[in-house]
C-alpha cells in the first residue's frame, strides 16, 4: 500500500469526463467506394466519473451525467469516497475549484484524513490519471459506448492497476 513517512495510505482522487459516444476515426466501405462518417463534435452529452485510487486499485467510482459542480463532488466524498476510505488517510488532489469548498474539506479533515493539494497544472504526479487514460483506450478497443456497463465489467473483473 502507498504510505507517507508517518505510515498513513495515500490516497489519489480525480474526475474524468465520457463522451456519450466513442469516436472512430476509421470506417469500412466496399472496395472503391467511399467511407462516409459522421462526428457531432458540439454533442454535450457527457458522463463524468469520479473515483479514487490506493495502491493502484480503483475505488470509491461513481457516474454522473453532465459536469462535475461543488455539490455533485460534496455527494460523492460523503457517500462514496468517506465510507471506503482506510483511517487516516493522506487524500491527494489537484486545485480544482469545486474540491477545494471550505464544508468538503472541512468533512475530511473532521473524519481524520489529511489533504494535500497537488501543484497546479501537474496531472503527472497523480497516478489515477494514467488509470483514466488506460479505462479510455480500453473502451476504444472495446468499442463500448456505454459508459456504464465499461465501468461495470471493470470494477467486476477486479480492476488494479498497477
Known amino acids: 500500500m502507498d504510505k507517507t513517512a508517518q505510515d498513513k ?45 490506493i495502491n493502484g486499485e480503483l475505488f470509491a467510482l461513481r457516474l454522473y451525467d453532465g459536469s462535475i459542480n461543488s455539490d455533485i463532488f460534496s455527494h460523492w466524498v460523503r457517500e462514496a469516497l468517506l465510507p471506503e476510505l482506510p483511517k487516516n488517510s493522506v487524500i491527494v488532489m489537484d486545485n480544482a475549484a469545486f474540491h477545494k469548498r471550505s464544508d468538503i474539506q472541512a468533512i475530511i479533515e473532521e473524519h481524520g484524513h489529511e489533504i494535500v493539494w497537488l501543484p497546479p497544472y501537474s496531472p503527472d504526479l497523480n497516478p489515477i490519471e494514467k488509470m483514466w487514460a488506460w479505462i479510455k483506450q480500453i473502451r476504444k478497443e472495446w468499442r463500448m459506448d456505454c459508459i456504464d456497463t465499461l465501468c461495470f465489467y471493470l470494477l467486476w473483473i477486479g480492476l488494479g492497476f498497477r
Open 9 to 53: 495510505p495515500i490516497v489519489y482522487l480525480d474526475e474524468c469526463g465520457f463522451k456519450a459516444f466513442a469516436h472512430r476515426p476509421y470506417g469500412y466501405s466496399t472496395k472503391g467506394q467511399i467511407c462516409h462518417g459522421s462526428d457531432n463534435w458540439h454533442l454535450k452529452n457527457q458522463s463524468n466519473a469520479i473515483g479514487a485510487i
